[in-house]
């Protein structure tokens, strides 16, 4: 059965200073990688896709398929980078499948 | 583009009434997917639909069902409800294909 683990419930960090949101996967096929931020009090949205290969607001991910992780970075935390963050899965290979999520991790950047 | 929209925003049912959720998917979307989100957990799938028949369908008993119409709008219908229905339900939407989904804000649906 495939299954996402985000280890951390809650990670605080100051303002500047690295950011690493830890995901590990179990899936038997291919799968195809996504981090999703819900800020306060707005629905959750789409920050990126492994297969995009993008940064989107100095985040990037990279998808480790020895270790099986999809850790997402940011050098250089702000403010506004405080949300709940989760990391899914799906099949990959062109259909929409329904999407596997982790439990999320509370980001809080500290001033 | 109102982008995805769910009604009601808020429910609060009894034990064992029967529910109907509604979402109209983003504009260009034609794939219509809904989760189960309690609290403190991630959404978990519940199922999908694509031209009217549900493609794809995650671990939830047959209570819960759904329905998509010709303009690609959906409902989630779930039976005998039970305490531990209480929860978030989303809808998201995309394109057939991996493009990510464009999420609703939710119905919170309370069991009493």
């Known amino acids: 059965a495939q299954r996402v683990t985000q280890p951390e419930k809650l990670l605080s960090v100051f303002k500047g200073a690295p950011v690493e949101l830890k995901c590990n996967y179990s899936y038997s096929g291919s799968p195809e990688l996504f981090w999703y931020v819900q800020y306060s009090r707005q629905r959750l949205q789409l920050l990126l896709r492994?297969?995009s290969r993008e940064s989107i607001k100095g985040f990037t991910a990279d998808l480790n398929k020895g270790e099986t992780s999809f850790h997402l970075k940011k050098p250089f935390a702000q403010e506004e980078d405080s949300a709940m963050y989760y990391c899914?899965?799906?099949?990959?290979?062109?259909?929409?499948?329904?999407?596997?999520f982790g439990k999320g991790t509370h980001l809080i950047i500290q001033p | 583009d109102a982008g995805v929209t769910q009604s009601p925003t808020h429910l609060i049912k009894t034990r064992g009434q029967q529910v109907t959720l509604r979402c109209s998917p983003k504009?260009?979307?034609?794939?219509v997917s809904w989760y189960q989100q309690a609290l403190g957990q991630g959404p978990q799938f519940i199922f999908q639909?694509?031209?009217?028949?549900?493609?794809q369908r995650g671990n939830f008993p047959d209570r819960f069902s759904g329905h998509q119409f010709p303009n690609y709008s959906s409902e989630l219908n779930v039976n005998a409800l039970l305490l531990g229905d209480s929860a978030l339900y989303l809808c998201?939407?995309?394109?057939?294909?991996?493009?990510?989904?464009?999420f609703g804000s939710g119905t919170r649906l309370t069991v009493v």
């Open positions: 504009s260009g979307h034609d794939t």
């Open positions: 639909y694509y031209e009217e028949e549900e493609r």
């Open positions: 998201a939407s995309s394109p057939l294909g991996p493009y990510g989904y464009t």
């Open positions: 492994h297969i």
């Open positions: 899914a899965l799906t099949e990959s290979g062109g259909g929409a499948d329904g999407l596997t």
